[in-house]
């Protein structure tokens, strides 16, 4: 009988310490998560929102993709490196400003302008869209 009792407690020692240690380790993952604050994911949608109804092409590495896959480059490379933005700025640098492998600034090309940083085109419309919302 008392190795019986011994048996079960050993038991729950190790499933407490399983216990433990899993929720020990998924608290760690959440910690290592970064993103943009709560109250700026609504700029970064807007710039995603806002390069998609354009009509404009972004240019990579030579190449000219249209919005929509603008877009989704962008969001794929956002998920990559949430880890690393802090801020919406970050999101633009990290997610949309150059080619991770050649360094190349993208640019984007809106019909009857000059072609620019997509870099600047996204701070600037992020100015504005920052300003419209403070002053409604």
């Not at 038991?11 to 910690?31: N, P």
């Amino acid at each position: 009988m008392a190795s019986y009792k011994n048996s079960i407690a050993q038991k729950t020692k190790i499933i407490f310490s399983l216990v433990s240690i899993v929720l020990a380790f998924s608290l760690l993952q959440g910690e290592g998560q970064a993103d943009v604050p709560e109250a700026q994911k609504p700029e970064v949608k807007h710039l995603l929102e806002y390069l998609k109804n354009s009509g404009c092409q972004m240019e990579r590495n030579g190449s000219k993709h249209d919005a929509r896959e603008a877009v989704e480059h962008i969001q794929k490379k956002y998920d990559y490196y949430k880890d690393d933005i802090k801020t919406t700025e970050d999101f633009i640098e990290r997610s949309a400003s150059h080619s991770s492998l050649s360094s190349r600034a993208y640019k984007v090309l809106c019909p009857g302008e000059d072609a620019r940083p997509t870099a600047d085109w996204l701070k600037e419309e992020l100015e504005r869209y920052r300003k419209e919302q403070k002053d409604s």
